[in-house]
């Protein structure tokens, strides 16, 4: 079963998400915050595997709330469910740890794929908000020959991560070690100044590398 905790502010709509996780016979819901201080505190007494994050709340919003998550001895995935879809904000989740990012206007089957993907160690990224990181690169927030020059492997390696696959998976993929795939992304994330797979991925399609 995974694990889910949901943190929004307006329970209407955390009821509509929490019954459709419920639904769901592979997803047990452990949980509802309205705001991202009782998130990081149901958190710390539930364990889940995954937290769905609304961005903005009232007294610690979802970005500041996702960061304290992910600094935890036990961190969660995130994945951030909202009515935000600006570059600023869709930056700043993803900067902080988030693991995905949706729409609330995202249907149930897409919503339940994404918890499921990131809960796997996969990215979760709606369409629209890919659209809007192309959008960022082509209006000249990078540009193919502004960012680092990654080899051959880490630039083959941060591709299959594009694609959504975990590390197994990409050392199967090209008959490496797991260490071996955890030492390049390593070198990937030094290179694009960047803390996580989710962002290394969005750091290179801003850059022109994907």
């Given at each position: 079963m995974i694990r889910?905790?949901?943190?929004?502010?307006?329970?209407?709509?955390?009821?509509?998400?929490?019954?459709?996780?419920?639904?769901a016979p592979d997803i047990d819901v452990v949980g509802e915050a309205a705001d991202g201080s009782d998130a990081v505190a149901l958190a710390e007494a539930s364990?889940?595997?995954?937290?769905?994050?609304?961005?903005?709340m009232p007294v610690l919003g979802g970005v500041a709330a996702t960061e304290q998550l992910l600094s935890s001895p036990r961190p969660p995935r995130v994945l951030v469910l909202?009515?935000?879809?600006?570059?600023?904000?869709?930056?700043?989740?993803?900067?902080?740890?988030?693991?995905?990012?949706?729409?609330?206007?995202a249907p149930a089957d897409e919503i339940l794929a994404a918890v499921r993907a990131v809960a796997?160690?996969?990215?979760?990224?709606?369409?629209s908000i890919a659209a809007a990181l192309v959008a960022r690169v082509?209006?000249?927030?990078?540009?193919?020959?502004?960012?680092?020059?990654?080899?051959?492997?880490?630039?083959?390696?941060?591709?299959?991560?594009?694609?959504g696959h975990s590390n197994g998976q990409i050392a199967a993929a090209l008959f490496i070690s797991e260490a071996t795939v955890k030492t390049h992304l390593?070198?990937?994330f030094e290179k694009?100044?960047?803390?996580?797979?989710?962002?290394?991925?969005?750091?290179?399609?801003?850059l022109g590398m994907l």
């Open positions: 889910v905790l949901v943190a929004d502010d307006h329970p209407i709509v955390r009821s509509g998400v929490v019954a459709t996780l419920a639904a364990a889940p595997d995954v937290v769905l994050m609304d961005l903005r909202t009515t935000y879809d600006t570059d600023d904000d869709i930056i700043a989740a993803i900067e902080a740890g988030a693991s995905g990012y949706l729409l609330k206007a796997a160690g996969k990215t979760a990224l709606a369409p082509r209006s000249g927030a990078g540009g193919a020959g502004a960012g680092p020059r990654l080899s051959a492997r880490e630039l083959e390696v941060l591709k299959l991560v594009a694609s390593i070198h990937v694009l100044e960047v803390t996580g797979r989710t962002r290394a991925v969005t750091r290179a399609q801003e």
